[in-house]
């Protein structure tokens, strides 16, 4: 297995060059990286495989959090969501970190941690779980994009370089590109990393394990619940009900109902 390649933008074929543009003009920022993962390589992460045990589910030992996970589903299906919806939405995901048996606030406050909460709905849930430090946190924009049969994942410079511990927290794991494409731009072999997230499909959490043994690097997935699969646009559905998504776009969900707090965190030095 290969790892995914840094790309230039220069050398980007028109089409890709403009899906580039067109996402930073979305999210008002600059990809200082863009990380390719093509389509073989993503089919051999995404491959059927049995759970490793760095992966730590939730749900397996508390049932209650698959009711959450219920919750949060069903008002991603509405076809109107009110301030009420979000709201119940975000305390669900919310209720989802405290139920995992490891917190990201007790891993995030460990000596030497270095802590990344994506734009928007890991940094949204990490101020809420009080896991940013205002020295060693960091909340880059990880963006991914469809290109070439693959996904080219953009990250802006809000993203520490060289960690030896890690700790991110994100609100769910789909394709698992975007937390792929972080480990492999921050870590350098040896590091230790914990991922805290609310949910994750099998593919996503079995990519995450393959991508670090491959990056050399310690991983641990605390993840409140694993189900669903990927359609054809990576995104997390039922299975036998593919146009029924399990959590939908948890960014625009909870943005609404949790404006963003004054700090945006760190910006990494130009080379």
Request: proline fraction near 7%.
């Amino acid at each position: 297995m290969n790892a995914a390649r840094l790309l230039d933008r220069t050398g980007l074929p028109p089409q890709a060059r403009q899906t580039v543009d067109d996402f930073e003009k979305q999210h008002d920022t600059y990809f200082s990286h863009l990380v390719h993962f093509g389509p073989q390589l993503l089919e051999s992460l995404h491959a059927p495989g049995a759970l490793p045990d760095n992966i730590r589910i939730a749900s397996a030992d508390d049932p209650s959090v698959i009711e959450r996970m219920s919750a949060v589903t069903a008002v991603a299906n509405l076809p109107e969501q009110h301030e009420a919806d979000r709201s119940r939405y975000l305390q669900a995901l919310l209720d989802i970190y405290g139920m995992l048996p490891v917190q990201a606030q007790r891993s995030a406050s460990a000596a030497g941690t270095t802590v990344i909460a994506p734009e928007r709905e890991g940094r949204i849930l990490a101020e809420r779980l009080d896991v940013l430090p205002q020295k060693r946190g960091w909340t880059p924009h990880a963006k991914r994009m469809p290109v070439a049969g693959g996904l080219l994942v953009g990250v802006d410079e809000w993203l520490p370089s060289q960690a030896d511990r890690l700790v991110i927290v994100d609100g769910v794991v789909a394709s698992g590109v975007t937390l792929m494409a972080m480990l492999q731009l921050t870590l350098r072999p040896g590091a230790d990393v914990e991922i805290f997230t609310c949910h994750s499909t099998r593919q996503g959490a079995l990519a995450l394990a393959r991508y670090a043994e491959q990056l050399e690097v310690s991983l641990t997935l605390h993840v409140g619940h694993v189900s669903g699969a990927l359609n054809g646009k990576f995104y997390a559905v039922e299975p036998d009900a593919p146009d029924q998504v399990l959590l939908g776009d948890v960014g625009d969900t909870i943005s609404p109902v949790a404006p963003a707090f004054p700090l945006r965190g760190q910006r990494r030095e130009r080379a």
